[in-house]
């Protein structure tokens, strides 16, 4: 029987291949978001769906009512009683924003070697092609070398991640059975630090909102009416001003309600954490303002936010222009944790904003759905079996983290399908992941693959005892 | 001799064919703010010295180191005692904004009849270019019928009215010999109601600027680090927010030094105009907040303000991007009335925003020039005389009055070659400038066209009165 260093020495030999193929992946513009991003959705779903047929994982292309799931399932393994494990990645990835702003172009990836890293930019390079590339090319590996699968698999490859996940719940209760395991892999999720890889336990909720004030004119001339007539800029600022105190604190009515503090032992656990390595990478946290009576990691990861992620009004050409805008517009997020509900925290922004409303002026709300916040279970076997596998991997153990991001999916299975969920990934702060020149390199995409692999391994292992075996 | 009723006859004659060219120059998007205005800035220059030269005012198209000003200057007439008057027009306009705020094509104007309205619509169809063409076809008439101007004349035709005049002050001071007159016409300034004309006597100076505010960082995640690094968008937010208290007043230190308050004479005055009409017409002041302490027209002619007229920052794609954006921009304006500077002002906005950035954050500024406000005589024989003339078309007599709005000219005329100016106009509140559906109607062009007829008629009588005629 093979071991798990033919399995390994088989990812080196391919591990060429392993790379043109993500980058190929990468180069196919999947923004969900966009309108226009539709058609190579559709493109990057038949590249998946290709992939996975070629290492014999049928797939069928899903379509939901916005964009497709990639769904791929083994067929038998030689073990009926192995554990039937899912896998889920995105294959979409959010807009490009200002173009200008990108050094590299966005969907031309190549390999470049910069101070011995080897590296390559383009949007979704990190967020989150590498990462579901990383366990496919791991179940390939392990078929190549073994003949079979570790175990009974299933793939999930989602269209809609960076769009608030919209077509997720459906798809799930119509799949329901299709997507019965005793695990599921989530791999979009952040590591500790380039050395150091982690398992994320907690996940905030999100929920998106836009909000437009409009004045009770339509754009006029500032200089005539400036002194005495509304200005929804000056109101929409007002507005976006006072959403926190001076204390950092959000002032929205009940934001905070139904919320535990966070636990004094996980205060304590994440204390030590923030002791070992600067939580967050190159980024300079000068000038921000994190809720007073705080830490900057308890506020990322345990205490409920509201972002301002963009306001638009008047004047946007390149020339001066003396309007008074008729409106202005402003996109929100609201990142949550356990205890608060998407729609309650969003009736009650809009309550805030109606409250704050001068009189004469209308306001449009945009949004609608969101996800809450989920804590896991850190005692599973699953979990035990890939923290030993990461650790394997990486000379390091890996460390039970949270996070400030989210991933609907978590509250959808471990809600609705009381599936079990691993979130693991191999991405980390300076990846620039929503930003321009998001980036990844080869030396973690090889050693994710690598990791997955050592993984199956100590399930195997797991399994093994479990059997007797 | 031809009398007055000859010249109003010839214009009413040639009425059509007036307002056809008069749509032929509004349907060439002359845009002096926007880089992609420029070749029609040009050709408009083109179009207008060739309609100057047709009427026997040689005209030259001046390069300045912006946009080209249009001069034109009419031969010697029968009498050399002939006053030398000047007459101000701009063929500029303001950029359109949103083409899909706007129902009609802002470049393709033709004549529609509106509940017996006979309207036009288009991007400069009333700022300012029926303005220019009042004057303009009124020297046409006047010269077909007497076979020679009523006076001396020069037309200046501006190309950057609508982004502050940068080049302004060194035209006039290159060309000061030939721009000297008794008495300088500007026709860029509105009636008092769609029945009763008005002379602008006082007018507010201009600032326009430009502020960014930098994070630490470029774009980040918002999910991850939105609760602990700044962001630009609050951040300019909390300063927009904070330039007025509570009573209205502009927060910015020193912003009211140097200004006189308004004289209990012209409160009086202005709160007899403010009892005749509404007088802001179809707009609609509910939510609008007037500084404390003034009437609305007090606010609008005799206080400065500061004006917001952009915001930009983070995303502004159609999907959402949960982004923490590196930097946000406003654009602002400022409305100076006498005893403010403009280079004061500009410096003291940015020495507020700057003691209000947080630290770790960087600002930048644009912006440049400015004018200042301009108070003019109510006294001179040029402006009475024009008041007479309106009074005899319009049947009722002009009101003097205020301004919110600027014209730089002014100033550089009352105050470098000490001209006696006369602000005159036919536009009104409802005509949408700098808006959306910018309009006009062939009623008051052909009334604006006869008024101006009906002004030379009563300088002639003036000016025969000097000579004993």
């Given at each position: 029987?093979?071991?798990?260093?033919?399995?390994l020495?088989d990812i080196?030999l391919n591990f060429?291949n392993?790379?043109?193929?993500?980058?190929?992946l990468?180069?196919?513009?999947?923004?969900?978001s966009e309108?226009s991003g539709?058609a190579?959705?559709a493109r990057?779903?038949?590249?998946l769906?290709?992939?996975?047929?070629a290492?014999d994982?049928?797939a069928e292309?899903?379509?939901?009512?916005?964009?497709?799931?990639v769904?791929a399932?083994s067929?038998?393994?030689?073990?009926?009683?192995h554990?039937?494990?899912?896998?889920?990645g995105?294959?979409d990835v959010?807009?490009?924003g200002d173009?200008a702003?990108?050094?590299?172009a966005?969907?031309?990836?190549?390999?470049?070697?910069?101070?011995?890293?080897h590296?390559?930019y383009?949007?979704?390079?990190?967020?989150?092609?590498?990462?579901?590339?990383?366990?496919?090319?791991a179940?390939?590996?392990w078929r190549?070398?073994?003949?079979?699968?570790?175990a009974?698999?299933?793939?999930?490859?989602?269209?809609?991640e960076?769009?608030?996940?919209p077509?997720?719940?459906?798809?799930?209760?119509?799949?329901?059975s299709?997507?019965?395991?005793d695990?599921?892999?989530?791999c979009d999720a952040e590591?500790?630090s380039?050395s150091?890889?982690?398992?994320?336990t907690?996940?905030?909720?999100?929920?998106h909102?836009?909000v437009?004030?409009?004045?009770?004119?339509?754009d006029?001339?500032s200089?005539?009416y400036g002194a005495?007539?509304?200005?929804?800029?000056?109101i929409?600022?007002?507005?976006?001003?006072?959403?926190?105190?001076?204390k950092?604190k959000?002032?929205?009515?009940?934001?905070y309600?139904g919320?535990?503090?966070?636990?004094?032992?996980?205060?304590?656990q994440?204390?030590?954490l923030?002791k070992e390595?600067?939580?967050?990478g190159d980024?300079?946290?000068t000038?921000g303002?994190a809720?007073e009576?705080y830490?900057?990691?308890?506020?990322?990861?345990g205490?409920?936010?509201?972002?301002i992620?963009?306001?638009?009004?008047?004047?946007?050409?390149p020339?001066?222009?003396?309007?008074?805008?008729g409106s202005a517009?402003?996109?929100l997020s609201?990142?949550?944790?356990?205890?608060?509900?998407?729609?309650?925290?969003?009736?009650?922004?809009r309550?805030?904003?109606?409250a704050?409303?001068?009189?004469?002026?209308?306001?449009?709300f945009?949004?609608?759905g969101g996800s809450?916040a989920?804590?896991?279970?850190?005692?599973?076997?699953f979990?035990?079996?890939?923290?030993?596998?990461?650790?394997?991997?990486?000379?390091?153990?890996a460390?039970?983290?949270g996070t400030?991001?989210?991933?609907?999916?978590?509250?959808?299975?471990?809600r609705n399908l009381?599936?079990?969920?691993v979130v693991?990934?191999?991405?980390?702060?300076?990846?620039a992941?929503?930003?321009p020149d998001e980036?990844?390199?080869?030396?973690?995409?090889?050693?994710?693959?690598?990791s997955w692999?050592?993984?199956?391994e100590?399930?195997?292992r797991?399994?093994?005892?479990?059997?007797?075996?």
């Open positions: 029987m093979p071991n798990i260093d033919d399995v020495g080196d060429e392993t790379v043109a193929k993500l980058l190929e990468i180069a196919i513009p999947s923004i969900s309108p539709e190579d959705i990057a779903a038949d590249w769906k290709h992939e996975l047929d290492i994982l049928p292309i899903v379509a939901t009512k916005g964009h497709p799931v769904l399932r067929m038998a393994t030689s073990n009926a009683e554990p039937r494990l899912l896998f889920y995105h294959y959010q807009p490009v173009p702003q990108w050094t590299h966005p969907f031309e990836p190549r390999v470049i070697e910069e101070d011995g890293v590296r390559f383009g949007r979704g390079s990190s967020d989150s092609k590498s990462q579901l590339w990383t366990f496919i090319e179940l390939r590996a190549a070398v073994h003949g079979e699968f570790p009974h698999v299933t793939v999930l490859l989602e269209g809609e960076e769009c608030g996940s077509s997720l719940p459906d798809f799930i209760e119509s799949r329901r299709d997507l019965e395991c695990v599921a892999f989530i590591m500790w380039p150091q890889p982690a398992i994320t907690q996940l905030k909720g999100l929920v909102e836009r437009t004030i409009f004045a009770p004119n339509p006029l001339h200089g005539h005495v007539a509304a200005n929804p800029i000056r929409l600022s007002t507005i976006l001003a006072g959403l926190h105190d001076e950092g959000v002032t929205i009515e009940g934001f309600e919320i535990d503090d966070i636990p004094q032992s996980v205060r304590e994440w204390a030590e923030a390595r600067s939580l967050i980024v300079d946290l000038g303002v809720e009576g830490s900057s990691l308890e506020a990322m990861w205490r409920p936010t509201v972002d992620n963009g306001i638009t009004g008047g004047n946007q050409g020339g001066e222009r003396s309007v008074l805008p517009t402003s996109r609201f990142r949550l944790v356990a205890g608060q509900k998407p729609e309650t925290i969003r009736q009650r922004f309550s805030h904003v109606e704050r409303l001068p009189q004469g002026c209308k306001v449009e945009e949004g609608s809450s989920v804590v896991l279970s850190q005692d599973s076997r979990l035990k079996a890939s923290s030993r596998g990461l650790e394997g991997e990486w000379g390091t153990p460390v039970l983290r400030g991001g989210a991933i609907p999916l978590v509250e959808q299975f471990s009381r599936a079990e969920c693991i990934g191999f991405i980390l702060p300076g990846d992941i929503h930003a980036r990844y390199d080869t030396k973690r995409l090889r050693k994710g693959v690598r692999v050592r993984i199956f100590q399930i195997r797991t399994q093994g005892a479990d059997c007797g075996g």
